[in-house]
């Protein structure tokens, strides 16, 4: 038997090839998520220990008292604060990550590379990257922080710092004391620390932080795994089809070696050896092309980012392991089912005339079974939409779709061929006889393409679910940015009004579509007996923000960090009363705590009150669609260089870019398993053509042309691709929906679903275009045999 193995590998190896496609994509993603989380760690633990060597040990996340306590003894706070940062000439960023540096050598834990570090406040180091691409040199003034709080700094050295501790910008102690609340993640003692603090030696804390951060990235390489069990389930429904194709087109050939004397056992052991030996064949290929494609696409990485917290790749056998391991016990798997057949084989059927293809559809109890299965799935979704606990509710959603989906595989032989049937009808009307002939080739053996549309129909549901999903949370997400951040940029004053000439000024900028002054005046607020200094200002009429501003008499509109400044608890300060004084004039109002741009809001009429004379105290700012708002804003920060400028179209941008990169990179994950069935598409398409070879050649006897028998194979892969997209694009949305309605109900109640027509649309079109593609190979073969040649194959 080790001789017919050997021969139907040669004689069948590319009709495995779909098979071969399926287990080496799905073994390669896991090979590539072993070296992007290998990279990462180590490109995140090199240098890890740089600012402890000359600590005695730490305190993670300390508290301010924390902090202060172990610094006046002698220690040293990692700590960092997110600030806008400019130059004479241009703004570096709005949000710029500014670390903190030492003025004792003991603590400067950076690599200098030029210049010197810092030997008092008002110095600071830049970090030799951030300084190319800024074109900051020593020597340069910048100006970190806005306005009261805003520092100037000279340049006097340039660092290298390892990924996991550096920062663009580098400012001492001091300096970054006065912004509020910056964020200390570690402090460094000098000596022993106390245990009631969580003080750990130097040695545990470095082990604790590597652990932790491991489980980090674990996270994310277990999140990616996912995805390529994804392609992996989708992979056992590709080589589950392409053996059942294979092994009925074989039937006879195993029936003859049955008649001359090999057992039931010998054949099935035959196969089998036949399906191992292309799984390992298959692993070992996966292995080689997730390894290169690992390294490639770190380098990439690392040529397209350089900052990008990338090490060397480290391929772990572990990984490799369960890669090669799952590879070749998902072929196994796949191959089971169809030779359960080869153990009721008679050596008789080497005598019949072979049928080519199961005419038998799905039997009563599986009918009745997928739609007991289907319409329990869907009751549990809308059972579990009306769930109060929104975490136990997406655990009942995801039993639902499960279910749900389950029964509509069951269904599948009766439902996809219906469908097309009802599909080639339609398309008979514009195509012709063509779309007839291929409807009927697709009906003739419901199983089979039940089971082709089956792995698409996995890609699509899952990507059309994913994009619905989204852009439900997206457009929620980007309503309540736009609720927080109304405006695209603010100018506003901290002290004193600004020049007459920065509006119009504001509006020659490039990129402004549109600007307006608001009116204010310099208030103060009573708190422990001392006024605190408060600019208030009234929004005017104007269409230049993203929404009505317009702020109720007698009411504040005010952000937690402002009201902080006179009242104990911010958050909680809504509907407290607060006394605004104006020279002799005073004003009392309620406070509206939320998070807003800029200073204080108060009505026209409250504001009158206050004063006569009102000033311009900001200027608010409409960006065009297409303007960058990091460069707009450097541009206009200039304009009034002791303003606090507000971005608040790069803070929707931000959320929008991580909407997007998220969505795509999950869009790009499952790309893998649709591609994956669009290859068995190919394949069963391919095997078809092998299979009705004797049935073209008729056909071509008859009369059909070449042309229209390739229109016929087109029509017969466009239908099956479209079925399936449609079928999967409806379970997605609906899917979708029930996930929406629990988890983003629960965090954003405003949330609408809202399904992205114009997307799922081109999941549909992209798939049919996809199904066209991959029946270009089999119908060039299918036209080549003359029908003479074809009438005279068995």
């Not at 496609?21 to 073994?27: G, K, L, P, S």
């Not at 090490?311 to 490799?320: N, Q």
């Not at 059309?464 to 457009?475: A, K, P, Q, S």
């Not at 790069?650 to 790009?668: K, P, S, Y």
Request: net charge neutral; with cysteine; glycine share 8%.
């Amino acid at each position: 038997m080790r001789t017919v193995l050997f021969a139907s590998l040669r004689t069948y190896a590319r009709r495995y090839a779909a098979a071969v496609v399926a287990v080496v994509a799905a073994v390669a993603l896991i090979v590539v998520t072993n070296a992007l989380t290998s990279a990462t760690k180590s490109g995140l633990f090199a240098g890890i220990d740089a600012p402890f060597r000359n600590a005695a040990g730490a305190v993670d996340f300390p508290t301010e008292e924390v902090t202060e306590k172990y610094v006046e003894k002698g220690g040293w706070a990692l700590a960092m604060s997110m600030q806008p940062v400019r130059t004479e000439k241009t703004m570096l960023g709005q949000d710029i990550m500014v670390g903190a540096v030492s003025t004792e050598k003991r603590w400067q834990w950076q690599e200098l590379k030029s210049g010197r570090f810092p030997t008092r406040a008002g110095e600071a180091v830049v970090d030799a990257n951030a300084a190319k691409t800024n074109k900051v040199a020593i020597g340069d003034t910048l100006k970190v922080g806005t306005g009261k709080s805003a520092v100037e700094t000279t340049v006097v050295g340039l660092v290298d710092a390892p990924s996991m501790w550096s920062a663009p910008v580098y400012v001492t102690w001091p300096e970054m004391q006065g912004w509020k609340n910056p964020y200390v993640q570690t402090v460094m003692t000098a000596g022993t620390g106390d245990e009631a603090d969580k003080w750990m030696n130097t040695d545990d804390y470095l082990t604790e932080l590597q652990t932790q951060l491991n489980k980090e990235v674990d996270v994310v390489a277990y999140m990616v795994l996912i995805f390529a069990f994804i392609a992996l389930f989708v992979s056992v429904l590709v080589i589950t089809n392409t053996f059942s194709i294979l092994f009925a087109q074989r039937m006879r050939d195993f029936a003859l070696l049955r008649a001359m004397g090999a057992t039931k056992r010998q054949v099935l052991r035959s196969v089998r050896r036949e399906a191992l030996a292309l799984g390992l064949l298959a692993s070992l290929l996966g292995l080689l092309v997730g390894a290169v494609l690992g390294w490639g696409i770190v380098a990439l990485v690392r040529q397209l980012a350089e900052t990008a917290p990338l090490g060397d790749v480290s391929l772990e056998w572990p990984w490799l392991l369960a890669a090669f391991v799952l590879g070749t016990l998902t072929t196994l798997v796949a191959s089971w089912l169809p030779t359960r057949r080869l153990m009721r084989l008679s050596p008789l059927a080497a005598l019949r005339p072979q049928e080519g293809f199961d005419v038998r559809g799905a039997g009563m109890f599986r009918l009745v079974l997928g739609a007991l299965t289907t319409l329990a799935g869907t009751a549990i979704i809308f059972v579990a939409v009306g769930w109060d606990d929104a975490q136990t509710g997406m655990l009942i959603v995801l039993v639902g779709c499960g279910t749900t989906f389950l029964g509509v595989m069951l269904l599948g032989p009766a439902l996809v061929p219906g469908l097309v049937r009802l599909a080639g009808s339609a398309l008979a009307k514009v195509a012709g006889s063509p779309a007839k002939l291929a409807a009927a080739n697709a009906g003739r053996n419901p199983k089979r393409t039940a089971a082709t549309a089956a792995s698409l129909l996995v890609g699509v549901t899952l990507t059309t679910g994913v994009l619905t999903g989204m852009n439900t949370i997206r457009g929620a997400t980007l309503d309540e940015m736009a609720e927080q951040h109304p405006i695209d940029i603010a100018l506003q004053s901290e002290s004193k009004p600004l020049a007459d000439s920065v509006l119009g000024d504001a509006k020659a900028v490039p990129g402004v579509a549109d600007a307006v002054a608001v009116p204010g005046a310099m208030a103060s607020v009573e708190a422990g007996g001392k006024p605190v200094s408060l600019p208030v200002v009234a929004p005017p009429a104007s269409d230049v923000p993203l929404m009505d501003l317009t702020v109720k008499p007698g009411t504040m509109v005010i952000s937690p960090a402002a009201a902080s400044a006179f009242v104990e608890n911010s958050f909680e300060a809504s509907g407290e009363k607060a006394t605004l004084v104006v020279g002799d004039r005073r004003a009392t109002v309620t406070l509206d705590v939320r998070e807003i741009d800029g200073a204080p809001q108060i009505s026209a009429a409250t504001l009158r009150e206050l004063t006569a004379d009102p000033q311009t105290y900001a200027v608010w700012v409409r960006a065009d669609a297409g303007a960058d708002p990091e460069d707009l804003a450097g541009t206009l920060g200039v304009l009034a260089p002791d303003a606090e400028l507000a971005n608040g179209k790069a803070q929707r941008a931000w959320v929008e870019l991580q909407l997007d990169v998220f969505t795509w990179a999950v869009i790009g994950l499952l790309a893998i398993s649709v591609l994956i069935a669009l290859a068995g598409i190919a394949n069963t398409l391919g095997l078809s053509v092998l299979e009705r070879g004797r049935e073209h050649a008729l056909l071509r006897a008859l009369g059909l042309t070449r042309r229209q028998l390739r229109r016929t194979l087109a029509a017969e892969a466009v239908l099956l691709s479209a079925v399936a997209a449609v079928v999967g694009t409806a379970l997605g949305v609906f899917f979708a929906w029930g996930g929406s309605e629990i988890l983003v109900g629960d965090i954003l109640p405003d949330a609408t679903f809202d399904p992205p027509v114009l997307q799922l649309i081109a999941v549909v079109v992209v798939a049919g275009v996809a199904g066209l593609v991959s029946c270009v190979a089999p119908s060039r073969r299918a036209t080549r045999v003359s029908p003479a040649e074809g009438l005279a194959l068995d």
